[in-house]
């Protein structure tokens, strides 16, 4: 998926694929060029390949792997290294736009937790992202996939993710404001570790800047609330959708659940995560998870850590440098606020 509007539909087989920037080995194959039209410059250190390469690399496009709203994506081979390629669709507006975007975007980054860039085409009218296959899929489907996950491995996941969007928000050398943070983005390599996928809907912010206007972006359930008041937003809205994340991986519910497709009639998993909380059921929200309630202590730090993210009010979430400090111990997490004073939930 790249951009998106908030209402768009979306599907657990959307594209989850992003990337980083390496330095790709020479053996398989050569590093190349520069530019895209309009002087959009693309990092010398990213690998180039032909178009048809990558027809041969994934044997004409036969594997699909999965489908966003800029293209698919499909499973090749180069040399001994399976590969995700996404390719995308010539027909749409802004996709040579959004691979420019997406290109020089993730050139800025290099973290354990973000999916890696192996390369790129721009070879006439075909636009591709070469990058590394992630054999375990998708966070969405681990959840809700019907196979419960462990805590263990779910809580692990949970400070993979809040690692790789500190770096996004501080550590990187433009600040990156993900916009679309959800389980569909969530990638899990064969040990499970989390790595966060598409930048395709990323927002830079240049250096000294910390705030951008912009249209709203992102997916329903996992949008903060600023993106509606049509002002300014932070990383702030990252905070908030990885809250909403963190609630799903604590419960291996969805955030948002429809009734008889009756849109005024939805569960929605921040409620029943704040009236578990207050009352005392973490055994409800998690459906009697022994492994979670064994380890209460994390279990209770986890719900109010994704509590605070949650907050209506920007100001009151946390930035993800100091959610990483809370789910480790590191600081006291102290009692959460109802996150939605003005709503209509028993808060």
Same mark, same amino acid.
């Given at each position: 998926?790249?951009?998106?509007?908030?209402?768009?539909?979306?599907?657990?087989?959307? +594209?989850?694929?992003?990337?980083?920037?390496?330095?790709?080995?020479?053996?398989?194959?050569?590093?190349?060029?520069?530019?895209?039209?309009?002087?959009?410059?693309?990092?010398?250190?990213?690998?180039?390949?032909?178009?048809?390469?990558?027809?041969?690399?994934?044997?004409?496009?036969?594997?699909?792997?999965?489908?966003?709203?800029?293209?698919?994506?499909?499973?090749?081979?180069?040399?001994?290294?399976?590969?995700?390629?996404?390719?995308?669709?010539?027909?749409?507006?802004?996709?040579?736009?959004?691979?420019?975007?997406?290109?020089?975007?993730?050139?800025?980054?290099?973290?354990?937790?973000?999916?890696?860039?192996?390369?790129?085409?721009?070879?006439?009218?075909?636009?591709?992202?070469?990058? !590394?296959?992630?054999?375990?899929?998708?966070?969405?489907?681990?959840?809700?996939?019907?196979?419960?996950?462990?805590?263990?491995?779910?809580?692990?996941?949970?400070?993979?993710?809040?690692?790789?969007?500190?770096?996004?928000?501080?550590?990187?050398?433009?600040?990156?404001?993900?916009?679309?943070?959800?389980?569909?983005?969530?990638?899990?390599? +064969?040990?499970?570790?989390?790595?966060?996928?598409?930048?395709?809907?990323?927002?830079?912010?240049?250096?000294?800047?910390?705030?951008?206007?912009?249209?709203?972006?992102?997916?329903?359930?996992?949008?903060?609330? !600023?993106?509606?008041?049509?002002?300014?937003?932070?990383?702030?809205?990252?905070?908030?959708?990885?809250?909403?994340?963190?609630?799903?991986?604590?419960?291996?519910?969805?955030?948002?659940?429809?009734? +008889?497709?009756?849109?005024?009639?939805?569960?929605?998993?921040?409620?029943?995560?704040?009236?578990?909380?207050?009352?005392?059921?973490?055994?409800?929200?998690? !459906?009697?998870?022994?492994?979670?309630?064994?380890?209460?202590?994390?279990?209770?730090?986890?719900?109010?850590?994704?509590?605070?993210?949650?907050?209506?009010?920007?100001?009151?979430?946390?930035?993800?440098?100091?959610?990483?400090?809370?789910?480790?111990?590191?600081?006291?997490?102290?009692?959460?606020?109802?996150?939605?004073?003005?709503?209509?939930?028993?808060?």
């Amino acid at each position: 998926m790249w951009i998106t509007h908030f209402l768009t539909h979306t599907h657990d087989r959307l +594209d989850p694929y992003t990337t980083r920037n390496i330095k790709i080995n020479s053996n398989i194959h050569k590093k190349v060029g520069n530019s895209f039209p309009d002087d959009t410059i693309v990092e010398t250190n990213i690998a180039r390949f032909t178009y048809q390469k990558l027809i041969k690399a994934t044997d004409g496009f036969k594997d699909e792997l999965g489908k966003g709203a800029f293209g698919k994506v499909y499973k090749g081979v180069i040399g001994t290294k399976i590969v995700a390629v996404k390719k995308l669709e010539t027909v749409v507006q802004d996709g040579q736009r959004e691979f420019k975007t997406e290109v020089n975007t993730i050139a800025r980054t290099h973290h354990k937790n973000l999916v890696q860039l192996l390369g790129y085409c721009d070879d006439g009218e075909n636009r591709l992202l070469i990058y !590394e296959y992630m054999s375990n899929g998708t966070l969405a489907f681990f959840l809700f996939g019907g196979m419960r996950p462990s805590w263990k491995q779910r809580s692990y996941i949970a400070v993979g993710i809040a690692k790789g969007l500190t770096y996004l928000h501080e550590d990187c050398s433009n600040q990156i404001i993900h916009c679309d943070i959800k389980p569909q983005n969530i990638l899990l390599d +064969d040990c499970y570790n989390a790595k966060i996928a598409d930048f395709g809907m990323a927002k830079l912010l240049m250096i000294n800047q910390s705030r951008t206007n912009t249209g709203i972006r992102g997916t329903k359930g996992y949008v903060a609330p !600023e993106w509606f008041r049509n002002t300014p937003v932070t990383v702030k809205v990252d905070v908030y959708s990885f809250g909403v994340l963190l609630l799903e991986i604590i419960s291996c519910r969805k955030c948002v659940v429809f009734n +008889d497709d009756d849109a005024e009639d939805a569960e929605v998993l921040m409620d029943l995560a704040w009236d578990c909380y207050q009352e005392g059921r973490l055994d409800a929200f998690v !459906e009697n998870d022994s492994e979670a309630l064994d380890d209460f202590e994390k279990l209770t730090i986890f719900m109010r850590v994704g509590l605070w993210c949650v907050q209506e009010n920007p100001s009151l979430r946390p930035t993800m440098k100091k959610v990483i400090q809370m789910l480790e111990g590191v600081i006291e997490v102290t009692e959460p606020p109802c996150p939605c004073p003005f709503s209509v939930s028993s808060c």
